[in-house]
Every structure is written in C-alpha cells, then in structure tokens.
C-alpha cells in the first residue's frame, strides 16, 4: 500500500469517526435536555430549539414552561458542557505540544489544582464577594498558569525529562490541593458554597453569560493551535 493510499485512508477514518461522533453528541445532547425533575420527548427539545432559531413556526410557544426550562436551564448547560469538554481536550493536546510530553495533561501537571487554589484564596480573603464571572475566570486562569510554570520550573530542576515532568507536576497538584482543602472551608462557611461544588465543580448555576466567557477563550485557543 502506496503512501498516498494510506493517506486516503486514515483521513476515510478519521471523517467517518468525526461524523460519528457529531451525531453521538447531538443525541446526548438532546438527551440531557429531555431528562431531568421534568422530562420531555425528543421532538418536544428539538421543536422548541428550531422554533427558537425561527425555524418551525408552528412548534411549541416560547413561553410556556418547557420552553422556559428547555431554553434557559438545559441548553445553556448542556451548550457549556460541551465547551468544558473540547476545552479540555484541546488543552490537554496544546500542553503535550508545548512541553513536547505525551503524557502531559492539565490535571497531571496541577493546572485544575492552581485555578481553585488562586480563587479559594481570593474568596476566603477578599474584602468583597466574588460574584463576578469574568474576575473568578480570570484568576483561575492565573493560579492556573502559575502552577504550569511551576511545574516546568521544578521539571528542568530535577533534570528536566518526561518523567521529571510528571513528578514535578505531581507535586505541585498535591500542594495546591491542600491548601485548597483548607481555604474551601473557609469559602464554605463564608460564601455558603457547598464544598463539593468547590472542589469538583458543577453545572448546576451555569448561566448564558458564561458561554461567551468560554467561546471567545475556546476560539482563540483552537486557532492558535493551528499556528
């Protein structure tokens, strides 16, 4: 088999599990906005997003309560869902890139750690509440990047290789989630966020307002891969 023959083929693969896997995630999708405290068929989601969109006039009303829910709690969840996936995904393949590292990954390296760290930090001790979404992304974003370093930092200390990165990026996790541990309690009895939510996240309070906190960065970031 010719070079050029194996070219076609892998990209016959790779265009039929992307074709694959947009039809599995468009019915998850739909899926999660028919399950829930009220559940609604299939054809009732997918009717009240087309008649959403404009495109079936003669589908349910916007205003009665399924669209309400289906419209404002579930599609911009499942919407988010989503964009934390790829986002994951997509950074997880910049990292190896940029450390050259198969085995680098953001949870491996302590960037989750950082991120709930740095914003533990700021609303256990900040003067004001931290309501805002944009100010909670954008320290994330900081503790987040200052773990990375860190670990890089501590990785070419020790000898800089695949396994130095690792250990390094172990360590560094370990830090950063004790002393989000600690500081979670303080956030807990403080802000009255459950600590559960604190350390392992939720979609549960996910509003419209975060999909274009999250698109813009998730655009950016897929682009610049292609530099």
Do not use: C
């Not at 949870?107 to 900040?126: C, H, T």
């Not at 994330?140 to 990026?169: D, V, Y």
């Not at 370990?174 to 500081?183: C, E, K, P, Q, T």
């Amino acid at each position: 088999m010719s070079v050029h023959e194996v070219y076609r083929a892998s990209l016959r693969s790779f265009f039929i599990a992307l074709i694959f896997s947009l039809f599995f995630l468009f019915f998850v999708g739909i899926l999660s906005m028919s399950i829930g405290p009220s559940s609604y068929s299939f054809r009732d989601v997918i009717t009240i997003i087309l008649r959403n969109l404009g495109l079936n006039p003669a589908g349910a009303n916007s205003g009665d309560t399924a669209s309400l829910v289906i419209l404002n709690i579930r599609l911009p969840r499942t919407l988010i869902s989503v964009l934390v996936g790829a986002s994951l995904g997509l950074s997880g393949v910049l990292i190896q890139a940029v450390t050259r590292n198969p085995l680098a990954e953001p949870f491996l390296l302590g960037l989750p750690s950082g991120a709930l760290a740095f914003v533990s930090f700021f609303m256990a001790f900040s003067p004001y509440p931290l309501y805002s979404r944009w100010l909670i992304a954008m320290i994330a974003f900081i503790g987040a990047l200052f773990a990375f370093l860190l670990t890089l930092g501590l990785s070419e200390s020790i000898g800089g290789g695949a396994s130095s990165l690792i250990l390094a990026g172990i360590a560094v996790s370990a830090g950063f989630s004790g002393i989000a541990h600690v500081l979670s309690f303080i956030v807990e009895s403080r802000m009255k966020i459950p600590f559960a939510i604190l350390l392992m996240g939720s979609f549960s309070t996910s509003l419209k307002s975060d999909i274009l906190i999250m698109l813009p960065i998730f655009i950016l970031g897929f682009v610049l891969s292609f530099s």
